[in-house]
Nanobody
């Protein structure tokens, strides 16, 4: 099993940047595909980005492509989400998630979740 703890959320003005971190403990992070998801009030949780175990392939939702970057440091058991050019519509609770084996872009395919970190973008 793996435990995930997100950090780095906060309040930022539109056009600003934030970097989220997800620290993994328990089983080594390198064993897992890692993803970031978000959930805005009254909406379903949605896919944001995912990265393969080796870090050589990344995937993004169309809404964040070109603005967000997912990366991982397996030696530090940490996954990051660099968010640039933030928009008010990016406001949500952001969750880190992990799964074994193949890459996946849907919430139901992930087995382990963090508690979430709030990101608020003001206009």
């Amino acid at each position: 099993q793996v435990q995930l703890v997100e950090s780095g959320g906060g309040l930022v003005q539109a056009g600003g940047s934030l970097r989220l971190s997800c620290a993994a403990s328990g089983r080594t992070c390198s064993s897992y595909v890692m993803g970031w998801f978000r959930q805005a009030p009254g909406k379903e949780r949605e896919f944001v980005a995912a990265i393969k175990r080796s870090g050589d392939s990344t995937y993004y939702a169309d809404s964040v492509k070109g603005r967000f970057t997912i990366s991982r440091d397996n030696a530090k058991n940490t996954v990051y989400l660099q968010m640039n050019s933030l928009k008010p519509e990016d406001t949500a609770v952001y969750y880190c998630a992990a799964k074994l084996w193949a890459i996946a872009l849907v919430t139901t395919d992930y087995d382990y979740w963090g508690q979430g970190t709030q990101v608020t973008v003001s206009s």
